[in-house]
């Protein structure tokens, strides 16, 4: 009997949700950061045994929009808990449940689709007490259909995990191919894996504004095993360019450096990669450039 499901993971900004999904898939289609928000868009990791299909789907974490940007991934995130047959709700195991926490419970008491308590970073947790009397409060709050303390970054206990998702799900059909861990195309992971290189190259004051998109990707003419990528990053204001270009195009150069490595990974071809950087102001609130930059439902 072959098995196939949908799973979602949400849960609060930062918590490893797309960690733990690069982890089970065995290499990297969403991007990760220490800064809060990194994942903007609904994610698909599909993952594939002789036993079952998951298609697991990583989701923008649920918080307090300030923008357009924000509500958009809010919804994104929250759309998806009608639309599965099994929800991953991620905490992170050293930090006390917060608001936002409640508030996905509350979201939580409205659907009829069993629901995993996932404890994420067992690898940093020293105050074990104090996370028994956590998960004692979440267990009062909500009936899960499992609770699980893992770390996504090691993948302690993942397999696990793995093993009681796939048992809660039923038998279906195989969506995808074997071979096949991501439905996104390569455009779009490769213009996250630039924006990745910029979370993790430039302080607070850039992140959260900063976008790319592909401009241009394909072989060159001359050599038919290299592939042209030209690519924009997109900021709101002039003096983060200034940062994004750096002292005589040092930062963009970097950026450039570190995300070739992964495009090339990813392709398995050479890769010529051409950045530039471009304002477009207090783009996160306008409907225009939230559409054409692939912020929609």
């Not at 990760?32 to 994942?39: D, Y």
């Not at 992971?189 to 900063?210: A, C, F, Y």
Request: with cysteine; charged share 30%; proline share 3%.
């Amino acid at each position: 009997m072959f098995k196939s499901g949908f799973v979602t993971i949400v849960g609060r900004p930062n918590v490893g949700k797309s960690t733990f999904m690069n982890k089970v898939l065995g290499q990297k289609v969403t991007i990760t950061s220490n800064k809060p928000s990194t994942t903007r868009n609904n994610i698909s990791g599909i993952y594939t045994t002789d036993e079952a299909q998951v298609v697991f789907i990583d989701t923008p974490g649920i918080h307090k929009p300030k923008h357009k940007l924000g509500e958009f991934m809010t919804k994104e995130a929250i759309n998806t808990l009608r639309s599965v047959d099994l929800i991953m709700f991620m905490i992170d195991g050293n930090e006390e449940i917060g608001r936002g926490d409640r508030f996905i419970i509350d979201l939580l008491q409205k659907v009829k689709i069993p629901v995993f308590l996932i404890v994420n970073k067992a690898d940093k947790t020293t105050d074990i007490v104090a996370l028994k009397e956590s998960i004692d409060i979440y267990k009062k709050l909500f009936k899960f259909k499992g609770i699980f303390s893992i770390s996504a970054l090691r993948g302690d206990n993942v397999d696990l995990l793995l093993n009681d998702i796939i048992s809660e799900l039923e038998e279906g059909p195989k969506y995808y191919p074997d071979d096949q861990i991501t439905d996104h195309p390569e455009k779009f992971i490769i213009s996250e894996l630039i924006r990745e290189k910029v979370l993790q190259l430039t302080k607070e004051e850039v992140p959260h504004s900063v976008m790319c998109i592909i401009d241009y990707m394909q072989n060159d003419d001359v050599n038919p095993l290299l592939i042209n990528i030209h690519a924009s990053i997109i900021v709101e204001r002039t003096s983060q360019k200034g940062i994004i270009i750096g002292k005589g195009g040092k930062m963009i150069k970097e950026i450039g450096t570190r995300a070739r490595k992964d495009i090339l990974h990813l392709l398995g071809s050479k890769v010529y990669l051409d950045l530039h950087c471009k304002v477009e102001k207090d783009w996160r609130n306008k409907d225009f450039f939230l559409r054409n930059f692939g912020y929609k439902e």
